[in-house]
């Protein structure tokens, strides 16, 4: 655990945690690498009012079975917790298992189950800290009192309305019963005086929020989280779990810490451990394997640079925990004002001990890319990196991210199947495969769109705009922005393919492309001494200008083909990305071997980078050839991974990291994200597992823990390279 990340900074010096903080810390660390998440408790009281209440209209139904589950699920108060509010998994009784079984087959077949990808974005958690869900219910009561009851259309915002509310009153009265909880455990004998007025505090915040605004930077924090985990549990998704984001909380939380400090109500160190505490709780409300945490940094809407305390405890979180999650994104500044360097500095230093997180997020090529798709300058100073890298509007936008994941070698596989004449003539033919697969998928996304409308979510709704102005559900249109945001993964192992190609077959006419596919459709076999050819060739990544030229090509063709089609809600795009989470490995095991020299089976290419183990050169190529290309318009997300060896971070490492990770920023890099490890360690936790549990490890976008991965993952993991500072 770090105590001190860099010196001359006060914040991080007087905010050193106390032994009881670290001890506090260690605790319900341990306790959120053991647990669980069973949502049966919550699908069965949710079902079970459903079914009770199938003459209604699906807002009201809906509304009426969230309510029932707030008031009768378990509230669970663990000890050292301060920041409470998680699912209790409880199990069911057999009687209830008996009855949940019936749900299953007769109730939820005919629920409006949502498609395309929920919960990948950040509500307004400024509206909540300015109003309070009582300020909201009253925004209601007027925009209800609005409307024609005499009107169709009235009557269905009435609708809405009326299930928004009682949505809003539910979670108010759960907050309570968690206070009635925290008081009724303070009573206990067993709990120490200690113990015992910390949950009398906790009682006390609850009474308060996220009822009404808060006042003060504890029960911000409580609000945004009690919130944010009354929105996670969403019963019509088959697993019952979702992966809010929290937004940028060193910008709504930054006037109640700024207060409580200069009125001594909070030191630096309370805050410091509030902070850990609500990033361990993300842990306890999201299974690993998805992700989901905060950005902090980045430029406000009035062009300021956000660099503050939080902005800085916020990522020290991620240290002082070394788990999972959260997944922290700082959002760099280049242009202009500038992020302070001690900001990057304290990512670097995070990330030099092994942490996965923070990723670096390129705020001006991001800010231009929001831009371009119709946000204004102040919209576009508001997003979020919806769970991995994907960009989206912060608290009015409901976008389908990753919909779906395109395999870009396979579509050159699938017209390999003849001979050309030159290399123009296969691209045509592999840009023919791939604008058709584009337009078949979105048309399939477009259609499911339009059957979502059946799908409600009133809570949800509560908190995005214009779902509330407008009277419409979120599931039904009501965000002001929804895209589509399409994934085309393996864009290094296409580069590659293309260049070994290109010199082989057409320029140094070694090989016909018959005989290059044959081979592997054979998976090399009989043919290594081709393969050891293929892998010769200049590769993507070695700051070769002609190997790197058909990244430029490929993603210049990717964005005018995504600018051609809408979708059929407000403000409806494509809008390209080229990120993976896990897609590089499932799509890795389907794809036969391709003309890079890969083999068949393992995982393609892991974000926009240079394919596993082919950064020859070192970083700074590896630098070059991923930002020779345009990101602005890939908002919906890029991932490039770097491999740095722990054994090398030493004395002036941090500040080469530093270098390396701006020297990205400035050409106009997207994301970078840094793995500190070395393979001697990954092969040890390979072997034997339990003892490196809470290893983690950035896959393509997002971490998880190394020992949960596939043998695959663990393998592609373990492949890349690993460079030496």
Not at 592 to 597: E, K, L, R, S
Request: net charge negative.
């Amino acid at each position: 655990m770090i105590e001190t990340m860099f010196e001359g900074r006060d914040i991080i010096e007087v905010s050193a945690l106390s032994d009881g903080d670290k001890a506090r810390i260690s605790r319900l660390r341990a306790a959120a690498l053991d647990s669980g998440f069973d949502t049966e408790e919550y699908l069965y009281y949710f079902w079970k009012r459903y079914r009770e209440k199938r003459w209604m209209e699906s807002e009201p139904r809906y509304a009426e079975a969230l309510s029932y589950m707030f008031d009768s699920v378990e509230t669970v108060i663990g000890d050292d917790e301060l920041i409470v509010g998680r699912i209790s998994s409880r199990k069911l009784t057999d009687e209830e298992k008996a009855e949940y079984r019936l749900f299953a087959e007769w109730t939820m077949p005919g629920a409006p189950v949502p498609e395309g990808q929920d919960s990948h974005m950040a509500i307004d958690y400024q509206l909540l800290m300015d109003k309070g869900i009582s300020g909201i219910i009253a925004d209601i009561g007027r925009l209800r009192s609005e409307q024609d009851d005499c009107d169709p259309e009235g009557l269905r915002r009435i609708e809405f309305y009326d299930a928004a509310e009682k949505c809003l009153r539910a979670v108010v009265r759960f907050a309570r019963r968690y206070a009635d909880a925290a008081e009724k455990q303070a009573m206990s004998p067993d709990v120490s005086a200690e113990r015992a007025a910390e949950l009398r505090r906790i009682a006390a915040d609850l009474r308060v929020v996220p009822e009404f605004a808060p006042e003060t930077f504890r029960q911000a924090v409580q609000s945004a989280h009690f919130v944010t985990f009354c929105l996670t549990p969403n019963p019509l998704l088959g697993r019952g779990i979702t992966q809010y984001q929290l937004g940028r909380p060193d910008r709504y939380l930054w006037r109640f810490y700024k207060a409580d400090i200069e009125a001594g109500r909070l030191t630096p160190r309370e805050a410091r451990l509030i902070c850990d505490l609500l990033a361990i709780s993300i842990n306890r409300r999201v299974p690993h394997g998805l992700s989901s945490g905060y950005m902090v940094g980045g430029r406000d809407t009035d062009g300021t640079v956000v660099s503050n305390d939080l902005t800085r405890l916020l990522m020290q979180a991620v240290a002082d925990n070394r788990l999972v999650y959260p997944s922290v994104g700082l959002c760099v500044c280049r242009e202009g004002e500038a992020t302070p360097r001690e900001d990057i500095d304290l990512a670097c230093r995070i990330l030099a001990q092994g942490c996965s997180h923070p990723a670096l997020f390129n705020d001006d090529v991001i800010h231009r890319g929001l831009v371009r798709y119709g946000l204004s300058d102040a919209e576009a100073c508001m997003y979020i990196h919806s769970t991995c890298v994907e960009i989206t509007p912060a608290g009015c936008s409901n976008v389908w991210v990753a919909s779906p994941y395109h395999n870009l070698p396979q579509y050159l596989l699938d017209v390999m199947n003849r001979e050309y004449p030159d290399i123009d003539s296969l691209i045509e033919a592999y840009y023919a495969r791939l604008d058709g697969m584009i337009k078949a998928e979105w048309k399939k996304q477009c259609i499911a769109r339009f059957e979502r409308t059946n799908g409600v979510d009133p809570l949800l709704s509560c908190f995005v705009s214009d779902c509330l102005r407008d009277g419409t559900d979120i599931q039904r249109g009501g965000g002001r922005y929804n895209w589509i945001t399409p994934s085309f993964v393996g864009l290094s192992n296409l580069c590659d393919a293309f260049e070994a190609i290109n010199e082989l077959v057409f320029e140094r006419h070694e090989i016909t492309l018959a005989e290059l596919k044959a081979a592997c459709d054979k998976n090399w076999e009989g043919a290594e001494d081709l393969r050891q050819k293929v892998l010769a060739v200049e590769k993507y990544g070695s700051d070769c200008d002609e190997a790197d030229s058909w990244a430029g090509r490929i993603s210049g063709h990717l964005a005018q083909v995504c600018e051609r089609f809408s979708t059929p809600l407000r403000n409806g795009r494509t809008i390209p990305s080229m990120f993976c989470w896990i897609m590089h490995d499932r799509l890795g095991q389907q794809t036969g071997a391709t003309p890079d020299g890969r083999k068949a089976g393992f995982p393609l290419g892991d974000g926009s980078g240079p394919a596993q183990g082919r950064e020859r050169r070192g970083p700074t190529a590896s630098i070059l050839s991923s930002t020779k290309w345009d990101h602005t318009p890939f908002i919906g997300g890029i991932a490039v991974n770097m491999k740095f060896s722990k054994s090398y971070m030493k004395d002036g490492s941090v500040d080469i990291m530093r270098s390396l990770a701006e020297s990205y920023l400035m050409r106009g890099g997207f994301e970078l994200q840094i793995n500190v490890t070395d393979a001697e360690t990954l092969k040890k936790a390979r072997e034997n597992p339990e003892s490196y549990r809470d290893l983690v490890v950035r896959i393509g976008g997002y971490s998880d823990y190394f020992v949960t991965l596939s043998p695959t993952m663990q393998a592609e993991v373990i492949a890349r390279t690993e460079h030496e500072i």
